[in-house]
């Protein structure tokens, strides 16, 4: 079945980076957008940018625009999405979600990232 | 950007009584190819979000059907016919007509009183 499983937790200083994985497998992963969400403790689903696997390109929200890069590794089927310059306000789980016709049906199993110095 | 808010967002419900979640939006969610695509999830607590709904009112493989989308242009609702326990959590409208960005509702909790 269709799967997207993201890498473990994170514990990162302010001002340092994080590069969260999400893997894909089921389905051949150039052929569906990836989008990147990412939800604050207690917080809603905030869009952050959606990548395109079959060619590397990426389109990024401007609240993250300049601090965001998505990047693929075709080989192991792995989309990434590294976040720099972090702040307490970027504690959070960070969700992979495949795009699908105007929607979004398969959710990665989410990643918290906690940053704390 | 679009702008998706929802009603209520708290709502407590018994079980076996309906409930109801609406979804707003700032402009009309109608694409120029004909679709309107507006999807619903569930979150439960601590685990990701599920798809329900797409497309206004089409229901994902799996999902009972005592969940249902309805709605058109600008407004748009989840209804749900007969709330069992394992329906507490948060439930999130989207919109995808705009390609980007992609926006949500600001979620409805829904518990069981």
């Known amino acids: 079945q269709v799967q997207l499983v993201q890498s473990g937790a994170e514990v990162k200083k302010p001002g340092a980076s994080v590069k969260v994985s999400c893997k894909a497998s089921?389905?051949?992963?150039?052929?569906?957008?990836i989008h990147w969400v990412r939800q604050a403790p207690g917080q809603g689903l905030e869009w952050m940018g959606v990548?395109?696997?079959?060619?590397?390109?990426?389109n990024y929200g401007p609240k993250f625009r300049g601090r965001v890069t998505m990047t693929r590794d075709t080989s192991t089927s792995t989309v990434y999405m590294e976040l720099s310059s972090l702040t307490s306000e970027d504690t959070a789980v960070f969700y992979c979600a495949r795009d699908s016709e105007g929607s979004v049906d398969v959710w990665g199993n989410g990643t918290t990232v906690t940053v704390s110095s | 950007d679009v702008v998706l808010t929802q009603s209520p967002l708290s709502l407590p419900v018994t079980p076996g009584q309906p409930a109801s979640i609406s979804c707003r939006s700032s402009?009309?969610?109608?694409?120029?190819?004909?679709?309107?695509?507006v999807t619903w999830f569930q979150q439960r607590p601590g685990q990701s979000p599920r798809r329900l709904i797409y497309k206004v009112s089409n229901r994902d493989s799996g999902v009972p059907d005592r969940f249902s989308g309805s709605g058109s242009g600008t407004d748009f609702t989840l209804k749900i016919s007969k709330v069992e326990a394992e329906d507490v959590g948060v439930y999130y409208c989207m919109q995808g007509t705009q390609w980007l960005p992609r926006t949500f509702g600001q979620g409805t909790k829904l518990e069981i009183k």
């Open positions: 089921g389905y051949t992963l150039s052929s569906l957008y």
């Open positions: 402009q009309s969610l109608v694409h120029s190819d004909g679709n309107t695509y």
């Open positions: 990548f395109n696997p079959s060619d590397g390109s990426a």
